[in-house]
């Protein structure tokens, strides 16, 4: 039988949603994402602690129910707080290792289409990542030369949370077949995930940067070298390409 989501659950998410909205701050906040969705003016870490609240005054029965209740706050949103909802709610113990909870997290990168959105789910795949490697490994090499940007960009963020546990051969290869790509958000992704790896392996960083010099933007090298000041100094001395 299929689970049915949580409708109190969602009306409660709602109701908070609008009780917090800032008509004021809204207009801003839906200017500067760019977004055709309109946004209620409720700052993030609100909308994070009032999903909290509310999935802890209505907790889901099984990992079925939450899945369901995910997608339809997801698909029936009007504005962007409800679908950041929608995400934050992800973060429930029932959804860590839930290998279900991944055609959920596809489909909101594929619907949601923008950094904010895409970005919210990074550290989910990064949970079932290092929950079942073998299985996610496949996946995200699969996602890394996919037509849509925003799940290849999903690829190669999928480890910014995984410090120590990065699986470095994984993150080379969902980046390589990026390297040409034009787009800001792709280069800046390489970027950022090559700068947050270099936190815990700055060797490894560099040397990736060095064998990919030709290849790699401008953008992507300088966010990249940006933990490790010395190269990062003579880098920017040097031509742009």
Known sequence: MKARADTDLIA?????????????RAAGAQAYMKSGMPSLGVRVPDVRRLAGSAVREF??????????TVLELW???????????AIDL????????DLDML??????????????LVDGVSGRICSLLQAHPAKMSRVLRQWSRDP????????????????KATD????????????????FFIRKAIGWALREY???????????????????????RREALRRLPSIAGADAAGPLR
């Open 148 to 163: 849509d940007p925003w799940v290849r960009r999903a690829s190669i963020t999928s480890q910014l949370r995984a410090k």
């Open 198 to 220: 270099a936190k815990t392996a700055p060797d490894w960083v560099e040397a990736f940067v060095a064998r990919h010099a030709s290849a790699m933007s401008p953008l992507s």
């Open 75 to 85: 698909r029936t949103s009007t504005f962007r707080e409800e679908r950041y909802a």
């Open 168 to 183: 470095p051969s994984l993150l080379a290869a969902v980046i390589e077949p990026n390297l040409p790509d034009r787009e």
């Open 12 to 24: 409660t998410i709602r109701g908070g949603l609008q009780a917090l909205s800032d008509p004021a």
């Open 90 to 97: 992800t973060a429930h113990r029932l959804a860590a290792r």
């Open 59 to 68: 907790p889901p029965h099984s990992a079925a129910q939450l899945r369901a």
């Open 103 to 116: 055609p959920v997290y596809e489909e909101i990168i594929r619907t949601g289409a923008w950094w904010d």
